[in-house]
């Protein structure tokens, strides 16, 4: 029996949830999440907590029960909670502005990055003196603002050498010794 996939997930107060043939739909008071499942895993909603099962025992079908387990356990989340996440803009003169959903990025390039952000993605712009622009992007949808978030950092890798680039907030990047070090 997978760990994950035989663990309930708790409905929290002010979520609704409607089961009906393989969708799922929750409903919060940060949005409404649909996702389709697959038919081999069964869902029940039993005394405020949802119950999933499996048909059989299948190497993928076991795969799966703990997958869709977790998909809805970050969508319950995301409805009642949200998922935020901060990314930190390192590197002399790179800038960040939010003008509605589009992000405008100058990360050192010859021309400034415009990067249309979804509606479902709340995003703000911090750029304080003295401190590295931030950019903040809110969601209810984990997987979409994985998805952004790693957009954004592909436009700017870290290096390991002078550490510019982009990052989350508070991640500690492995630095290299440069060419005076082997000497």
């Known amino acids: 029996m997978s760990r994950i996939g035989k663990n309930p997930v708790t409905i929290p107060s002010g979520v609704t949830i409607n089961v009906s ?12 999440l649909t996702r389709t499942i697959d038919p081999r895993i069964s869902v029940k909603e039993e005394d405020g907590k949802l119950v999933f ?18 998909l809805v356990q970050n969508m319950v989340q995301g409805v009642s909670e949200g998922y935020k996440t901060q990314l930190e ?3 002399v003169g790179y800038k960040a502005e ?6 405008e990025l100058n990360l050192g390039y010859s021309h400034n990055i415009f990067m ?5 993605v709340s ?17 209810s949808d984990k997987e979409l ?9 592909s436009l700017r890798k870290t290096e390991p050498y002078k550490g510019k ?5 508070g991640e500690q990047i492995r630095r290299k010794a440069g060419k005076s070090a082997g000497k």
């Open 165 to 169: 680039g982009v990052r989350f907030v």
């Open 123 to 139: 995003v703000s712009t911090e750029m304080l003196k003295g401190q590295n622009p931030k950019v903040t992007l809110e969601s």
């Open 53 to 70: 099962e499996r048909s059989n025992e299948e190497k993928q079908t076991r795969a799966m029960h703990g997958l869709y387990r977790a």
């Open 98 to 103: 939010a003008k509605g959903q589009i992000l």
């Open 145 to 153: 603002l994985g998805h952004i978030t790693a957009k954004i950092r």
């Open 21 to 32: 043939d393989n969708t799922i739909k929750v409903k919060g008071a940060k949005g409404e």
């Open 116 to 120: 249309q952000i979804p509606k479902e």
């Open 89 to 91: 803009l390192v590197g």
